[in-house]
C-alpha cells in the first residue's frame, strides 16, 4: 500500500506561484508512475501532469504545458508540482496519484492509489 499526501496549496494572485508536493509513505515512490489532477468546483477531474516509474518520461496537460513543472525527489520519497504564471482558472482542488511501474498516463483509470488533495486558489 501507498499513502500519499499533497501539500502546498493556498491562496495566490495572478501570474503568482506554488509549489505543491506529494509525499509518499508504506513504499518508495521511485518505481511508481505519478500524476497530478485537478478538480475545481462543479467540474469533472482533470489531468494535469504525470511522471512515469523507474526513469519514465513525462506528461503534460495542454493548459500545464510551459508553466507547470513535474519532478520527483526519490530521497524524499516526494513529487513535486511547480506551478508558475498561475490564472483564476487554475484554481481547484488538486490530487495526487500513484500506479507501479513507467505508466505515464493522463487519465484517472490507471492509478491505484490516491491522496486527500489540496486547494488551490487563484485571485484575480
Known amino acids: 500500500q501507498v499513502q500519499l499526501a499533497e501539500s502546498g496549496g493556498g491562496l495566490v494572485q495572478a501570474g503568482g506561484s506554488l509549489r505543491l508536493s506529494c509525499a509518499a509513505s508504506g513504499r518508495s515512490l521511485s518505481n511508481y508512475g505519478v500524476g497530478w489532477f485537478r478538480q475545481g468546483q462543479g467540474k469533472e477531474r482533470e489531468f494535469v501532469a504525470a511522471?512515469?516509474?523507474?526513469?519514465?518520461?513525462?506528461y503534460y496537460a495542454h493548459s500545464a504545458q510551459g508553466r507547470f513543472t513535474i519532478s520527483r525527489d526519490n530521497a524524499k520519497n516526494t513529487v513535486y508540482l511547480q506551478m508558475n504564471s498561475l490564472t483564476p482558472e487554475d484554481t481547484a482542488v488538486y490530487y495526487c496519484?500513484?500506479?507501479?511501474?513507467?505508466?505515464?498516463?493522463?487519465?484517472?483509470?490507471?492509478?491505484?492509489?490516491w491522496g486527500q488533495g489540496t486547494q488551490v486558489t487563484v485571485s484575480s
Open positions: 511522471l512515469g516509474g523507474s526513469g519514465g518520461g513525462t
Open positions: 496519484a500513484a500506479v507501479l511501474g513507467t505508466v505515464v498516463a493522463g487519465t484517472p483509470q490507471p492509478y491505484d492509489y
